[in-house]
């Protein structure tokens, strides 16, 4: 999987299509990640003796398909490739060809 946590990713498809989010979770065994602000579901969470009942808002993951690496000097999403400089291979932006990492 080529989007790791804390990265910022542009959604490319679905409900929230458009929006950009930090990556807080990235799952590669099921190929999904948690943005911020993205995929927001409600949970309902039952009263216990310490505390209330409440309804949370929290972001749910969504497929790593459906996001794009978020490129700060286009403003817009970018394929990621890999490069070997100095024998360590490192993620490259397909569009302006600079290292991410």
């Known amino acids: 999987m080529r989007i790791k946590k804390d ?39 039952k009263a216990t003796p310490k505390a209330g009942a409440e309804i949370k808002h929290m972001e749910g993951p969504i497929d790593a398909s459906n996001v794009m690496l978020y490129d700060s000097k286009t403003k817009q999403g970018t394929r990621v490739g890999y490069k070997v400089e100095n024998g360590k291979k490192v993620r490259v932006s397909k569009k302006t060809g600079a290292v991410i990492d």
């Open 7 to 45: 990265d910022t990713v542009v959604v490319i498809t679905g409900k929230d299509k458009g929006k950009t989010g930090k990556v807080l979770k990235a799952m590669p065994k099921e190929n999904k990640v948690v943005v911020q602000g993205v995929n927001m579901q409600t949970k309902h969470a």
